[in-house]
């Protein structure tokens, strides 16, 4: 068994690969990017509890193949401080202050005031798509919703959110054999970025807690963010919050309507349902494949020790269908137990937008089926790129006829 995260093979269905990993390899070596691919449930589990300096995302938490191509002798040290990449490669204290600078949205009581709005915006989506009679599920839904949220939230109007949409979708291809490198080198999202910053500096008003507290920070040594700079730090958000949740609504809502019985179980009690079929849908679509890490100490599993400057790489996507955790995994149950659940990875680096992520994809499953008691995927036309980071169903075109809305 030959597996490597950026095989065309493995990118077009890695499922295959995980189910023989786990049972056979659960610590597989992978020679070419000097890697330890994980791949069942309760080692990534322990492992990403480990917060103590043994694992820094210095080489990033996404590093493309012509990074891992460069074998590391010790340990990896944290970048120079400017011009500062994404705040994720750097151990603590860096970490964790500038994410905390980005962090005031995503606190469960400010999610809960965006209800109303994310409501709104899926309704008009939906005044807008009905009568349409078919369109795109994933983009023209719940991708332009995630990524008016995700305006507003940075200071843009929502009007940019089809191009917010459009540079992200285009960012996130992942290439065979070289993946995607998506924190940094990313001028083409920084254009939209850096311009609020600036006026932010500048003394505009404007209700952006993020940008007044990366302007507000201080490094380790005085000194503070540039513009560019501070622009970069909020790529996580740009990019996590516009991609992620659209792909999960559309196909949870797929999987829902081909087994009729569980679509009637979860629409008999939209409001006691959706939140538990909703954590099905997490689990059983979340796109991300997989998240690294690089060694700073040794690190022994299942009797293999890691050295200071190896990577881990914890597939998340695997651990979704460990049968050791889920019985029948491949099965999607709307309301089967899920007592823990990897796929907003775990401890430091934990989803910065899980509750907002969990509120837009309530309200956007729960608006759908109220509106729309029928509908039809065209899985023929439905199209799931291959990839080594965001493994999802891009476009789902969706068929309503007789729905006016
Ligand atoms: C269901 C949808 C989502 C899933 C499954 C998801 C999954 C993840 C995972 C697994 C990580 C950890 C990466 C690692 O361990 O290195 C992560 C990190 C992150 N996510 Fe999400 N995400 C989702 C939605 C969102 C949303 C809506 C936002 C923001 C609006 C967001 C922002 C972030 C950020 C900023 C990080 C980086 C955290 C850090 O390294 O400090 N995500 N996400």
């Known amino acids: 068994m030959r597996y490597d995260p950026f095989d065309p093979a493995v990118m077009a269905d890695p499922l295959p690969y995980y189910r023989v990993l786990r049972d056979e390899h659960p610590v597989h070596y992978l020679e070419t990017w000097d890697t330890y691919a994980l791949s069942r449930f309760d080692d990534i589990w322990n492992m990403l509890e480990i917060n103590d300096g043994t694992f820094?995302?210095?080489?990033g938490?996404?590093?493309?193949?012509?990074?891992?191509?460069?074998?590391?002798?010790?340990?990896?040290?944290?970048?120079?401080?400017?011009?500062?990449?994404?705040?994720?490669?750097?151990?603590?204290?860096?970490?964790?202050?500038?994410?905390?600078?980005?962090?005031?949205?995503?606190?469960?009581?400010?999610?809960?005031?965006l209800r109303d709005r994310i409501r709104v915006l899926a309704?008009?989506?939906l005044d807008e798509l009905l009568p349409l009679g078919r369109f795109d599920l994933t983009q023209d839904y719940g991708g332009i919703v995630a990524a008016s949220v995700v305006c507003e939230l940075v200071g843009l109007p929502a009007e940019?959110?089809?191009?917010?949409?459009?540079?992200?979708?285009?960012?996130?291809?992942?290439?065979?054999?070289?993946?995607?490198?998506?924190?940094?080198?990313?001028?083409?999202?920084?254009?939209?970025?850096?311009?609020?910053?600036?006026r932010t500096r500048a003394g505009e008003p404007g209700d952006l807690p993020i940008v007044d507290n990366l302007l507000a920070y201080r490094l380790p040594d005085g000194s503070a963010l540039s513009d560019m700079e501070a622009a970069v730090q909020m790529l996580?958000?740009?990019?996590?919050?516009?991609?992620?949740?659209?792909?999960?609504?559309?196909?949870?809502?797929?999987?829902?309507?081909?087994?009729?019985?569980?679509?009637?179980?979860?629409?008999?009690?939209?409001?006691?349902?959706?939140?538990?079929?909703?954590?099905?849908?997490?689990?059983?679509?979340?796109?991300?494949?997989?998240?690294?890490?690089t060694l700073r100490r040794p690190f022994t599993l299942h009797g293999t020790t890691m050295r200071p400057g190896q990577r881990i790489i914890s597939l998340l996507a695997s651990a979704n269908r460990d049968e050791r955790e889920y019985p029948q995994p491949?099965?999607?149950?709307?309301?089967?137990?899920?007592?823990?659940?990897?796929?907003?990875?775990?401890?430091q680096h934990f989803c910065l937008g899980a509750h907002l992520a969990r509120l837009e994809i309530t309200i956007m499953v729960t608006e759908w089926l109220k509106r729309v008691p029928e509908f039809r995927v065209d899985a023929a036309a439905a199209s799931r790129p291959p990839s080594s980071f965001q493994w999802g169903w891009?476009?789902?075109?969706?068929?309503?006829?007789?729905?006016?809305?």
């Not at 202050?97 to 995503?106: I, K, L, N, S, Y």
């Open 330 to 347: 491949d099965e999607f149950l709307w309301n089967r137990p899920i007592a823990r659940l990897l796929a907003f990875g775990r401890g």
């Open 56 to 59: 820094v995302a210095s080489e």
């Open 236 to 293: 996580g958000v740009f990019i996590g919050g516009t991609e992620t949740v659209p792909k999960i609504v559309a196909h949870g809502l797929w999987e829902l309507s081909s087994r009729p019985d569980q679509l009637a179980d979860v629409v008999s009690d939209l409001d006691a349902n959706v939140p538990v079929a909703r954590e099905e849908m997490i689990r059983y679509c979340a796109p991300a494949q997989w998240f690294a890490r």
């Open 160 to 198: 940019m959110a089809a191009d917010v949409l459009a540079t992200v979708n285009a960012g996130s291809l992942a290439q065979p054999g070289s993946g995607v490198e998506v924190a940094n080198a990313r001028p083409g999202y920084l254009e939209y970025l850096t311009p609020v910053v600036e």
């Open 123 to 125: 309704n008009e989506r």
């Open 61 to 113: 938490t996404l590093p493309a193949a012509a990074v891992l191509a460069r074998h590391n002798d010790g340990p990896v040290a944290d970048p120079p401080l400017h011009p500062m990449p994404f705040h994720a490669n750097f151990d603590s204290p860096i970490y964790e202050d500038v994410r905390r600078c980005t962090a005031t949205p995503f606190r469960p009581k400010n999610v809960a005031k």
């Open 394 to 405: 891009n476009n789902l075109p969706v068929d309503v006829h007789g729905v006016g809305g």
